[in-house]
């Protein structure tokens, strides 16, 4: 019947809301007996003219405070039904959120975010009338009968055994339901996960759809989703009226046994008109909190399809448990390092805790135990299929120096990102070896590594606020002047003064700042932060060259002073680097200094020269004029 040990265990301090939502349900059952017996007493003594003025009195004045304790009851009930879906929806929240945390940033390798964030509301919010109704309505429903009965025993036996025989196929036609409804909810709840994901997808690239004149193609698609999601609503909606309806049935037909039996005792004589009277106006309340219980029933049902996911994402396996804590030596050593990511992302079947210890679900992994002969990655333990692996990084040999300024260059998919990942602790699941300050980075607890290496990439998030929020996010105590300092280090501060200063509002994803704008500021945030390690990784990509520079002077300034590692696509910008490292597939193709690896006229040379006449190109190039007329632009940019 819908009993999740482990959910109520969860959030067990729900109990008292719901052992309190009982007890005055209970109450109010109670009134309604004492009252019910007072009228029908008073109707029997009115048939045979026995009733006097203070029988009336008394009766009168038992209604009324039963009217008044019910109404009481109903209003505690409601309070106590609040109270424990408050308590539910804040401890799940809090539950997802700690454990995202604890997951890391490498979260979305196991569950996608459209996913946690439709759990995390929707999901929790369908818990309500789980903890709210349906539970206090479960134990009520199986306590009201059994009160019911022992009372009218003292009344009839055979009327009292008939209405409680009849309140068991109420719940015996919801088990039967339930099957069903189970498999029908779980397909329910996938296609609103779909649509779901469908749609932020489509309004996180609404942009690019509009420039590309795709919009059609994903309305069209979006329509889809939206006429699969809601036939799989009438399907729900068709099998609650139909559940309803027999419940109902069965709610009525029991009632209508017990009246008839009543009417049968009292012909016989074995029961009196009160008695009868009384058997008549409460057989109703031995079906309607069962009723009333089938009717949460498939609110419920959704809200348990619902912490099926929710316990799916807390049973992700995490990381365990890192005691080291980063060495003043912030040197880093990468030894025979590997790397890979699969192919096709996680399934929604697939998201099992099982599943996600042997890695079936998520993007990365250790190199596998067993292989296949035709590739296919076999687990270790079961010899089960999973899919294949694209390896990224392979035997990788790297050493980052305290105070160094290195380089990771090479074409687009050489590793170079996946590397910075591993670093920063993004990327877990690697082969080899990672040692800061010879310390293995995998034992190196999260805080205290984010604490010592901050990361800026060319998508550097910034928040929805102001710039004094962005920015005290990489040092919450900072004063004003520091921050002051830090923008005039980027060459923001000019700009933000123009604007309201510090308080100066930035929208979503600061889109009223451009693009090199936005990259300053989060240099600004990453120079308060004050780490020991750096890395940028492509922070000067798709900016502009004031920008550009901008950021490259600050970069050439903390190195000597931190270990700083620069990734980028441009070679002009790595060139005073102690030492670069070349990747190509993978692997390290050739490293040193700029001057070495030019004389080897190796890997890095053939793409220096590239990029020389690429970024020269069109100095000697001829263009039209307005009138038509081709004319040659030479290297000072003047119309030769």
């Given at each position: 019947m819908m009993i999740n040990k482990r959910l109520i265990g969860t959030v067990s301090e729900s109990k008292k809301y719901i052992v309190g939502n009982v007890a005055v349900q209970w109450c109010s059952l109670a009134a309604n007996m004492a009252m019910m017996t007072s009228v029908t007493g008073l109707l029997a003594s009115l048939y045979t003219k026995e009733a006097g003025k203070d029988s009336i009195l008394i009766t009168v004045a038992v209604a009324a405070a039963a009217v008044i304790i019910r109404f009481g009851c109903t209003v505690v009930s409601s309070h106590m039904a609040y109270l424990s879906a408050k308590t539910v929806k804040k401890m799940l929240r809090d539950k997802i959120y700690r454990k995202l945390l604890r997951l890391g940033p490498s979260y979305n390798e196991q569950v996608k975010t459209s996913e946690i964030v439709q759990v995390a509301v929707e999901g929790v919010e369908q818990l309500e009338t789980y903890f709210g109704a349906y539970l206090p309505q479960f134990f009520y429903a199986m306590l009201a009968p059994l009160t019911l009965f022992a009372y009218l025993c003292f009344v009839s036996v055979p009327s009292a055994f008939v209405l409680l025989i009849c309140v068991p196929?109420?719940?015996?036609?919801?088990?039967?339901?339930?099957?069903?409804?189970?498999?029908?909810?779980?397909?329910?709840?996938?296609?609103?996960?779909?649509?779901?994901?469908t749609f932020?997808?489509?309004?996180?690239?609404?942009?690019?759809?509009?420039?590309?004149?795709?919009?059609?193609?994903?309305?069209?698609?979006?329509?889809?989703?939206?006429?699969?999601?809601?036939?799989?609503?009438?399907?729900?909606?068709?099998?609650?009226?139909?559940?309803?309806?027999?419940?109902?049935?069965?709610?009525?037909?029991?009632?209508?046994?017990?009246?008839?039996?009543a009417a049968t005792q009292f012909r016989a004589g074995k029961v009196s008109l009160s008695g009868c009277l009384l058997i008549i106006l409460l057989s109703a309340d031995f079906f309607i909190p069962m009723r009333q219980l089938g009717s949460f029933f498939?609110?419920?049902?959704?809200?348990?399809?619902?912490?099926?996911?929710?316990?799916?994402?807390?049973?992700?396996?995490?990381?365990?448990?890192?005691?080291?804590?980063?060495?003043?030596?912030?040197?880093?050593?990468?030894?025979?390092?590997?790397?890979?990511?699969?192919?096709?992302?996680?399934s929604d079947a697939d998201m099992t805790p099982q599943n996600m210890s042997r890695g079936s679900s998520g993007t990365n992994l250790r190199r596998a135990d067993k292989s296949s002969s035709d590739g296919t990655m076999m687990d270790s333990d079961e010899g089960a299929s999973v899919s294949k692996e694209r390896e990224v990084l392979h035997d990788v040999r790297m050493e980052f120096p305290k105070g160094g300024f290195i380089s990771i260059v090479g074409e687009s998919g050489c590793g170079k990102s996946t590397m910075a990942a591993i670093l920063t602790g993004r990327n877990q699941g690697y082969g080899g070896s990672v040692k800061i300050g010879g310390v293995e980075l995998s034992d190196i607890r999260e805080e205290d590594l984010m604490k010592n290496i901050t990361y800026v990439s060319?998508?550097?998030?910034?928040?929805?606020?102001?710039?004094?929020?962005?920015?005290?996010?990489g040092k919450p105590d900072a004063p004003d002047p520091d921050l002051w300092a830090v923008l005039e280090r980027v060459n923001l501060a000019d700009f933000l003064r123009d604007e309201q200063g510090l308080d100066t509002v930035l929208s979503e994803k600061a889109s009223n700042l451009s693009g090199g704008?936005?990259?300053?500021?989060?240099?600004?945030?990453?120079?308060?932060?004050?780490?020991?390690?750096?890395?940028?990784?492509?922070?000067?990509?798709?900016?502009?060259v004031e920008s550009e520079n901008d950021i490259m002077?600050?970069?050439?300034?903390?190195?000597?002073?931190?270990?700083?590692?620069?990734?980028?696509?441009?070679?002009?910008?790595?060139?005073?680097?102690?030492?670069?490292?070349?990747?190509?597939?993978?692997?390290v193709a050739e490293n040193g200094s700029h001057e070495e690896l030019l004389a080897r006229n190796g890997v890095y040379a053939g793409l220096w020269n590239v990029q020389q006449s690429l970024e020269n190109y069109g100095n000697q190039q001829e263009y039209p004029d307005n009138r038509g007329k081709y004319q040659s632009i030479g290297e000072e940019g003047t119309m030769a």
């Open positions: 196929l109420i719940p015996v036609s919801i088990a039967a339901v339930q099957t069903w409804a189970k498999k029908l909810l779980s397909k329910y709840w996938v296609q609103y996960t779909a649509l779901g994901d932020l997808e489509n309004l996180q690239g609404l942009t690019t759809l509009k420039i590309y004149r795709a919009d059609g193609f994903k309305h069209e698609e979006m329509n889809r989703e939206a006429e699969k999601f809601r036939r799989i609503t009438m399907k729900v909606l068709t099998m609650q009226l139909n559940s309803i309806t027999i419940m109902d049935m069965i709610a009525y037909g029991g009632a209508a046994l017990g009246v008839i039996m498939h609110v419920a049902m959704n809200g348990m399809a619902a912490s099926d996911k929710i316990f799916r994402l807390l049973d992700l396996p995490e990381r365990e448990e890192r005691t080291e804590a980063v060495p003043e030596d912030c040197s880093i050593v990468c030894s025979g390092l590997c790397f890979s990511y699969r192919e096709s992302g996680p060319h998508q550097s998030y910034l928040f929805k606020g102001t710039v004094r929020e962005n920015l005290l996010m704008q936005c990259q300053r500021l989060a240099l600004a945030r990453a120079l308060l932060h004050d780490s020991p390690v750096y890395i940028f990784d492509e922070a000067t990509s798709n900016i502009d002077r600050e970069i050439h300034s903390l190195a000597g002073k931190k270990t700083v590692i620069l990734i980028s696509h441009r070679l002009a910008n790595v060139a005073a680097s102690d030492n670069i490292y070349v990747m190509e597939k993978g692997k």
